[in-house]
Nanobody
């Protein structure tokens, strides 16, 4: 069974930094795009950043220049470096990836369990 396991959330002051990690585990043959989403209380889940297998990245306008997404294909892991954090970055952050399980003919979309990021003074 394929799983995405996140880590790295926590409490940080405005202007601070956090690094989130998300590792894929289980039986799969390929990992394609990977990304991060977030959901703040009372708001819809929104895309934060994504990265292709070749390393092309895209960012939401609200985080561009402050967040950096990267991946280590050898470790099946995606990272989100978050700098200059703001109060409005407070949310549950979810890892997302398109993965082809070995026993399937097609790829599926997987989600992590979510990790809380709280920016507060």
């Amino acid at each position: 069974q394929v799983q995405l396991v996140e880590s790295g959330g926590g409490l940080v002051q405005p202007g601070g930094s956090l690094r989130l990690s998300c590792a894929a585990s289980g039986s799969f043959s390929s990992i394609y795009a990977m990304g991060w989403y977030r959901q703040a209380p009372g708001k819809q889940r929104e895309s934060v950043a994504s990265i292709t297998t070749g390393g092309m990245t895209s960012y939401a306008g609200s985080v561009k220049g402050r967040f950096t997404i990267s991946r280590d294909n050898a470790k099946n892991t995606v990272y989100l470096q978050m700098d200059s954090l703001k109060l409005e970055d407070t949310a549950v952050y979810y890892c997302n990836s398109v993965i082809k399980p070995r026993e399937y003919l097609t790829s599926l979309v997987y989600w992590g369990q979510g990790t809380q990021v709280t920016v507060s003074s």
